[in-house]
């Protein structure tokens, strides 16, 4: 799964499945977050579907690979070409899942389970953690432990497809 699926959200490439896309946005619309932090870019179309969703939403997004393309943003877009767990993204990314505002964090990188562990518990009651490639880069193998404690919102439909994107809410 992890790698093969992509689709397209509005002439963007998102690398997620393409009939995963409009319950993901209505999950996003629902929750309608203030601010949006994601793990993992590539070519933004994710952030670009958050964007879309909630266009008052501040997008706060970290990759290795500066290819997305940042034109199709307003200013509350910020692109940081950088290893998130470098020790100036760690304070940052950390800082921004203690902000106050409702928020939605997913981890799309390259170390979805380390994201999730290390960014998750900094989030407040009420925020969205989500991930992507569930369940071959990160499983409830790997975080089990810690989802146990946290509401799952909406996975059924996800599950029942095998998709790969998964929703928890924060208790």
């Given at each position: 799964?992890?790698g093969r699926?992509?689709?397209?959200?509005?002439?963007?490439?998102?690398?997620h499945?393409?009939?995963?896309?409009?319950?993901?946005?209505?999950?996003?619309?629902k929750?309608?977050p203030?601010?949006?932090?994601?793990?993992g870019?590539?070519?933004?179309?994710?952030?670009?579907?958050?964007y879309?969703?909630?266009?008052?939403?501040?997008i706060h997004?970290?990759?290795?690979?500066?290819?997305?393309?940042k034109?199709?943003f307003?200013?509350?877009?910020?692109?940081?070409?950088?290893?998130?767990?470098n020790?100036?993204?760690?304070?940052?990314?950390?800082?921004?899942?203690?902000d106050?505002?409702?928020?939605?964090?997913y981890?799309?990188?390259?170390?979805?389970?380390?994201?999730?562990?290390?960014?998750?518990?900094?989030?407040?009651?009420g925020?969205?953690?989500?991930c992507?490639?569930?369940?071959a880069e990160?499983n409830?193998h790997?975080?089990?432990?810690?989802?146990?404690?946290?509401?799952?919102?909406?996975?059924?439909?996800?599950?029942?497809?095998a998709?790969?994107?998964?929703?928890?809410?924060?208790?």
């Open positions: 799964m992890a699926c992509q689709g397209i959200f509005q002439n963007v490439i998102i690398r499945e393409q009939g995963a896309l409009v319950f993901i946005q209505e999950l996003i619309q929750f309608d203030e601010l949006f932090i994601e793990i870019t590539k070519y933004g179309g994710f952030s670009y579907l958050v879309k969703t909630c266009p008052n939403v501040e997004t970290y990759d290795i690979d500066d290819i997305v393309n034109k199709l307003n200013e509350k877009f910020h692109f940081y070409n950088t290893d998130s767990f020790e100036s993204s760690v304070i940052n990314i950390t800082k921004l899942c203690q106050p505002r409702r928020k939605l964090l981890c799309d990188g390259g170390s979805k389970t380390k994201e999730f562990l290390t960014f998750g518990p900094y989030l407040n009651k925020d969205i953690l989500g992507h490639d569930w369940p990160i409830l790997t975080v089990g432990h810690y989802v146990k404690n946290l509401l799952p919102i909406d996975n059924s439909i996800f599950e029942d497809m998709w790969g994107s998964r929703f928890y809410q924060i208790l």
